[in-house]
C-alpha cells in the first residue's frame, strides 16, 4: 500500500511539474513566436489553457489558488520568514488584516531572510565565544575558508564551474578588480561600451578606470541609448555599435538584466560578437543573477560580478560573486594582489613569494568575514532542493499572470498622456497590444471593472487611470519584474501601496518596479497584489 500511495504522489507531482515547466531551451524557441515552424506558445496561453480546463476565469481568486496547488516549487516559501502585514513600519492596518502575509514584491532589491539564517548565525556566535581564534578552522563554516565551500552551488546558479568563481567583496569593487585586469588601454583600443543608463555603481567604475589611465569619459565611453522615444535597447542596435566601433572598443561592460527596465540583455550573442572585434566582454548580474538562467562558462562570457542580496536572499550588503572564465585561470593580467588570493597550502609559510591561487580565488584580498557566511549557506540551501530551470519555469507563468492582470484592468493607453510618444514607439515594435487584445477578446475588462465599483471605488475615476508597462513584452527578454508607470503621480501610488502592505519599489524618474520572485511568491500574493493596486490607484486618482 506504501509503494502505491508513493507511486501516485510522484506522478501527481511529475505532472504538475510538466504544467509548469516551460518548453525546451524556451528563451530560445519563442524568438518571432515559432520554433522548427511550429508555434511557441506565450506563457499567458498556457495560463490560458489551464483556466479554461479547470474553468476558471484568469481573473478569480480561485484561478490563483489552484495554481498556487499544482506549483511544484510552492513548499520552498516556507523556507522563508514571510513579514506580515502588522510587522511592516508604513503599514495602515485599518486598510488590512494584520495578521496576513504582506505582499513582497522587492526581491529585485532584497530578498527575503530564509529561516535558517538565524540558526546558522547563532552557530558561528557560539563558536567565536567558546573557541575564539580556533574558529577559523573548525565549526560547518570555518573562517578561513567557509567561501570556497560556497563556490560550486554558487557555479550553478551562473552556470559556471567551481574553480570560475569566487565569493568576495561588494559587486563594485569586484568590477573594479575585474576592469584592472581587463581594461588595458593602448592608443587605437581605449574605449569601454556600457549602457547610458547603467546603474550608478557601473557608471562611476567604468568612468574612474578610465580616468585612472589617463583617458577621458568623453571620448573613451561609449554609452549606447535606446532610439529616441524607446525606453528598450535593441539587440541589433548594441550588435551595431559593436561592429561600428569595436576596433577602438577593450572592454564590453553591461548588465545582465537593466535595472530600470527589467530588461534582459542578449548575453550570448553580444558577448561572440564582442569577442569577434577582440574586445573583452563582462557583465553586471546584480539583478540577473537567480532571476534567469545562466551558462557564463558555457557562453565564454569573460568575467563578471553580482551581488547575492537580490534574488539569492543573502542579505543587505552580504558578499558578492565574482567570475573568471576558465581560459583566464593563468592570466598574467596585473591585478590588486592580497595574502587571501596567495594559494592556501603554502600561504602560511610568510616568505611573500607569490604564488596564485586557483582560477577566480586568485582575485581574493583579504580574508572573507566570517559572520556573512550563514546567510550564504542558508540561502544556497534553498537553492540546492531545485534548479534554475525550474525557477525561471515559474517565474515566467508568475510574472506573465501579473502582466494579464494589470493589462486587463489597466491596459486601455490614455491619449492624452504626457509621455504619449513612448507608448506609441512600444506599440510600433509589438509590445504589450497583443496581450491587451487577446485579455479583450476574452471580456475580461468588464467583468473586473465591475468587481472594482463592488469594492465602492469610484469607477468614472477607473476610465482615466492606466498603468504603462515598460519591460519587454517578449517573456524572454524579461526576469520576474515588470516596471511600472502611470498616469496619476506615482508618489500617490507608490504611498497607497505601501499603506497596504505591498512591498515594491520606486525608481526615479517615473517608475515603480514589482517582482514576484518566484521562490517565494506566489500566484496569491499577485491576485492580492493587483487588488491592492486596484485600490492604491483610486486613492491616488482622487488625490490628482
Request: proline residues 4%; contains cysteine; aromatic residues 10%.
Amino acid at each position: 500500500m506504501i509503494n502505491i500511495i508513493h507511486s501516485k504522489n510522484m506522478a501527481q507531482t511529475a505532472i504538475k511539474r510538466q504544467m509548469f515547466q516551460s518548453d525546451s531551451d524556451y528563451s530560445k524557441k519563442i524568438k518571432n513566436g515559432v520554433s522548427n515552424g511550429n508555434t511557441t506558445h506565450h506563457p499567458l496561453e498556457r495560463l490560458k489553457v489551464i483556466a479554461q480546463e479547470q474553468g476558471l476565469d484568469l481573473t478569480d481568486r480561485r484561478f490563483a489558488e489552484y495554481m498556487d496547488s499544482i506549483d511544484p516549487i510552492r513548499h520552498l516559501r516556507e523556507d522563508f520568514c514571510y513579514p506580515k502585514m502588522k510587522d511592516l513600519p508604513k503599514t495602515d492596518l485599518q486598510l488590512v488584516d494584520p495578521e496576513e502575509d504582506c505582499v513582497y514584491f522587492c526581491g529585485n532589491s532584497l530578498g527575503l531572510c530564509p529561516k535558517k539564517f538565524k540558526e546558522y548565525m547563532l552557530l558561528e556566535v557560539n563558536k567565536w565565544e567558546k573557541t575564539g581564534v580556533e574558529g577559523h578552522t573548525s565549526g560547518d563554516l570555518p573562517w578561513a575558508w567557509f567561501d570556497e565551500d560556497f563556490c560550486e552551488d554558487m557555479g550553478k546558479i551562473v552556470g559556471a564551474k567551481k574553480e570560475e568563481v569566487a565569493v568576495m567583496n561588494g559587486l563594485t569593487v569586484n568590477l573594479h578588480l575585474q576592469l584592472i585586469s581587463f581594461y588595458r588601454p593602448t592608443p587605437t583600443r581605449y574605449k569601454i561600451m556600457i549602457e547610458s543608463k547603467a546603474f550608478p555603481s557601473d557608471h562611476y567604475a567604468v568612468e574612474s578606470q578610465i580616468e585612472f589611465h589617463g583617458y577621458d569619459p568623453k571620448t573613451a565611453m561609449i554609452e549606447i541609448e535606446p532610439r529616441k522615444g524607446e525606453l528598450l535597447l535593441r539587440a541589433e542596435d548594441i550588435l551595431a555599435k559593436i561592429e561600428e566601433e569595436g576596433d577602438s572598443i577593450a572592454v564590453i561592460c553591461l548588465s545582465g538584466t537593466q535595472y530600470y527596465t527589467g530588461q534582459v540583455f542578449d548575453i550570448p550573442t553580444i558577448t561572440e560578437a564582442g569577442h569577434k572585434k577582440g574586445c573583452y566582454v563582462g557583465w553586471d548580474l546584480a539583478h540577473a543573477a537567480g532571476n534567469v538562467e545562466l551558462k557564463l562558462n558555457e557562453w565564454g562570457v569573460d568575467f563578471a560580478c553580482w551581488c547575492t542580496y537580490k534574488y539569492l536572499n543573502s542579505g543587505a550588503g552580504c558578499m558578492a560573486g565574482f567570475f573568471l572564465h576558465e581560459k583566464h585561470k593563468n592570466n598574467n593580467f596585473p591585478k590588486l594582489k592580497g595574502w587571501w588570493g596567495h594559494k592556501l597550502d603554502t600561504r602560511f609559510k610568510m616568505d611573500n613569494k607569490w604564488s596564485a591561487d586557483t582560477g577566480a580565488l586568485q582575485y581574493r584580498i583579504s580574508n572573507a568575514p566570517g559572520f556573512l557566511g550563514p546567510s550564504i549557506k542558508a540561502s544556497l540551501e534553498i537553492f540546492n532542493k531545485t534548479s534554475m530551470k525550474e525557477i525561471r519555469a515559474k517565474s515566467l507563468l508568475l510574472t506573465s499572470y501579473l502582466e494579464a492582470l494589470i493589462l486587463n484592468k489597466y491596459g486601455q493607453p490614455n491619449e492624452q498622456q504626457e509621455n504619449g510618444e513612448v507608448k506609441g514607439k512600444v506599440k510600433e515594435n509589438g509590445q504589450n497590444g497583443e496581450v491587451k487584445e487577446k485579455v479583450k477578446e476574452n471580456g475580461q475588462n468588464g467583468e473586473v471593472k465591475e468587481k472594482v465599483k463592488e469594492n465602492g471605488q469610484n469607477g468614472e475615476d477607473w476610465k482615466h487611470v492606466h498603468v504603462d508597462i515598460l519591460s519587454p513584452s517578449d517573456p524572454t527578454q524579461r526576469g520576474a519584474q515588470l516596471s511600472l508607470s502611470f498616469s496619476v503621480p506615482i508618489l500617490h501610488v507608490f504611498e497607497e501601496l505601501t499603506k497596504r502592505g505591498v512591498v515594491c519599489d520606486e525608481r526615479k524618474p517615473n517608475v515603480i518596479r514589482v517582482a514576484p520572485a518566484p521562490l517565494y511568491c506566489s500566484f496569491l500574493d499577485v491576485y492580492r497584489g493587483v487588488n491592492y493596486l486596484d485600490q492604491s490607484v483610486q486613492s491616488a486618482a482622487r488625490i490628482s
